[in-house]
């Protein structure tokens, strides 16, 4: 059965592949210019390496969306319109590369030819995938083969090699802008993750319209999405089973993959399972929860690098979180003001004890993050800072000295 599953997923990418070589020989028309402002900067392409439409959309779509307000045309590319950006270099001032590996399609031989037009070159990413020997760190290498482990290992590897041909790099948060210095860069940016204006406007339309006069059932939901994230459930699925056992007009609600534990069977009518749902779906789904959590193994690397996706998103239709103290998580909450920061599973435990039981207290701390969170996220407010960066690349010209 998992033989043919893993046929009927590698036909189905190769199909994909198929239709992207023909529907996008030439760059995608991304986003024109919106307004008119005095940049020297005036087009970017964009080589978008990971199209899962979950993370290039925060990394490709949002940073091409901010830079078109800020008067800037952006294209996108894949790995299979290569040939065309490096036979139309001249027509950009920057290149910028989201989680792409030089030995893909050429693209080593694009960004030396950029690199020769004294054209910077920028290496985008949202997550750890430039350090290899942090593999055992990663949930999804954890039930690989030797021969996949050491394929994953290989991928990492050229991560980081791409990440070191480019001259500058830009980043989620301070911890990856600290890991990719060590690993040898110079001169390393944080670009935040943004909220695009889909979500925004849906959740203002939520926000107008939603009710806090619900019934007497307390949703704690978990919006796990990717198969990766046993580990990170398991540091609290013994404070779930107790306040499971302790509540029972509590509700578990799991959007996407998790592994549970025998011991939650005895609560299913408890339990609500969901599949992986689209981002504007998953916004309209947890505007009926009342408590969201985002738990991540501690001590781990990999987890460090995450941004604050899971905070300010759930912000946006005014629900609360608490979260584990990666040091993202930790300068972005205000503990007990607008969300809750978890040191251990003491910590879980209260808090969630402290939202099921205060409906004024998940509304109160609910009202206090979307005031925090939803502005500073939103793309809109972003797109100054954003070309600032991307200029001050360009200007720079001690910014494209080779890093060795």
Sequence with gaps: MNVIKWLVREIHRSSEKFLLKILYKKPVAFYSKTAEYNSKLKKVAIVDGCPDNRSDRYRVDNIAKMLSLRGITVDKYFYFNLAYLQEHLNDYDLLIIFRAQHTENNLGSVIDCFKSKNIPVAFDTDDLIFCPEILDDIAMTEDLSLDRKERFFNGLSLYRDTMLKCDVVTVTTEFLKQKACSAGMKDVFVIKNTIDEKQYNLAQKINKNRSFARNDRIKICYLSGTATHNKDFKSIEKVILKLLHEYKNLEFHIVGHLELADEFEKYKKQIKRKKYMNYLSLLKYSSKMDINIAPLEMNNP???????IKIFEAALVKLPSVVSSTSTYSKCITNEA???????????????????????????????????????????????????VFEGIYKDKELLKTHE
């Design 338 to 388: 607008n969300g809750f920061v978890a040191q251990n599973a003491d910590d879980w435990y209260k808090y969630l004890k402290m939202l099921i039981d205060s409906k004024q207290l998940r509304m109160s701390v609910g009202q206090k993050a979307y005031e925090d969170f939803a502005e500073n996220f939103y793309l809109k407010n972003n797109a100054a800072e954003t070309l600032s």
């Design 302 to 308: 990999y987890n460090e690098g995450k941004s604050e």
